[in-house]
C-alpha cells in the first residue's frame, strides 16, 4: 500500500524530476497542462504507448527499477524510428493493491535515469489505482521540417536493415535500449522506417504494405541463443526496420546497420526467404494471450 498521499507524490516526482532541463518546456509539473514551445523551422512527432502488467512485464521477472526504464523505452523507440529527438514526455501511472512506496522510487529510478540520458523532461501525467499496474507514456519529439521518416516511402530496389540481432527473449531482454542516436544518424539516408517490437514478419509485412512493395530477405541476423522462428515472430527486439537506397550502402556500415535483403515490386506486403513465403505473423495482442 502506498503511504504517501496523491498531492505528496506528486511533489516527490516534481522533486525529482525537475532535474531534467529542457528550455522549450515552459510549463510542466504543477499546471493543468504542460506548455512547450516548438522551434521555427521543426516538426514535432508524438506517440503514446501502454505498459500493462503481466502484458508487457510480469513481477516475478521484471524490478520496479526495469520496469519504469521499458515504460519509456518503448515510446523513445518510436522517437526513434521518426529520426527525430525527444523532447518531453507525459506519464499516466496507475498503481495496483500491491505497490509500495520503495517500489514507486524504483520505478521513477529506472524512467528518469532513461530520461535524462535522452535529455526528455517529464512534462506531466496523472496518477490513479487500478487492479494492475498500467502505465501511459505519451513521448513528444523534433525533427526538422519535412524530414520525419514514414513506413511508406520505401521504393523498389532499396535495401532493407535492421540496427541489431533479432530474437531477444521477452523475459531476458528487460531493459530495452532505444535507438535515438541511429535514428537521428540515420534520417538523411533511409527512405522509410520503423521500429520493430511485434516480430521481423509482421512489421516488415506493415512496412511493405505501406510502400506498396513486396521484400526478398536474404538471410536473418540472429542473437545468439535465440532461433530465427523467435527473430522473425518474436518481437519485443526494439531495433530499427529501414530501407535506403543504394547510394546509401557504405554511409549505413557507418551506423552498423545490417542488411537483410531488398524491397522489390510484387503484391504489397508479400516477403520471402530464400525463395520460401513468410507468414506476416508476430505478436498481436488480440490473437495472443
Not at 126 to 151: E, I, N, Q
Request: with cysteine; charged share 25%; net charge neutral.
Amino acid at each position: 500500500m502506498i503511504r504517501r498521499s496523491e498531492d505528496q507524490l506528486v511533489k516527490h516526482i516534481k522533486t525529482r524530476a525537475g532535474t531534467i532541463a529542457q528550455p522549450q518546456l515552459v510549463a510542466g509539473i504543477g499546471d493543468d497542462c504542460a506548455v512547450f514551445r516548438p522551434a521555427k523551422g521543426e516538426d514535432l512527432v508524438f506517440t503514446t504507448d501502454f505498459l500493462i502488467e503481466d502484458v508487457h512485464f510480469t513481477r516475478s521477472t521484471h524490478t520496479a527499477s526495469d520496469i519504469g526504464h521499458k515504460a519509456l523505452a518503448r515510446g523513445l523507440s518510436d522517437i526513434a524510428a521518426m529520426g527525430a529527438e525527444p523532447r518531453f514526455t507525459l506519464l499516466s501511472l496507475a498503481l495496483a493493491p500491491w505497490v509500495e512506496d520503495p517500489w514507486v522510487d524504483g520505478f521513477f529510478r529506472g524512467f528518469l535515469a532513461l530520461a535524462r540520458k535522452w535529455n526528455t523532461a517529464l512534462a506531466g501525467g496523472d496518477l490513479s489505482h487500478t487492479d494492475k499496474v498500467t502505465a501511459d507514456v505519451v513521448v513528444c519529439g523534433a525533427v526538422p521540417r519535412g524530414k520525419a521518416l514514414r513506413r511508406n516511402g520505401a521504393k523498389a530496389g532499396d535495401g532493407i536493415y535492421v540496427s541489431g540481432r533479432l530474437g531477444k527473449p521477452w523475459n531476458r531482454h528487460l531493459r530495452p535500449e532505444p535507438r535515438v542516436n541511429i535514428g537521428i544518424a540515420i534520417r538523411d539516408i533511409a527512405s522509410a522506417a520503423m521500429d520493430l517490437t511485434d516480430g521481423l514478419a509482421l512489421d516488415l509485412h506493415r512496412m511493405c504494405a505501406a510502400s506498396g512493395l513486396a521484400a526478398d530477405l536474404e538471410h536473418i541476423p540472429v542473437l545468439r541463443g535465440s532461433t530465427v522462428e523467435q527473430a522473425l515472430y518474436g518481437g519485443e527486439d526494439y531495433e530499427l526496420l529501414l530501407t535506403a537506397p543504394e547510394p546509401a550502402t557504405e554511409r549505413l556500415r557507418q551506423t552498423r546497420m545490417l542488411r537483410i535483403g531488398t524491397m522489390v515490386k510484387g503484391r504489397p506486403g508479400e516477403i520471402h526467404l530464400e525463395g520460401s513465403r513468410i507468414e506476416p505473423r508476430g505478436y498481436d495482442h488480440f490473437r495472443q494471450k
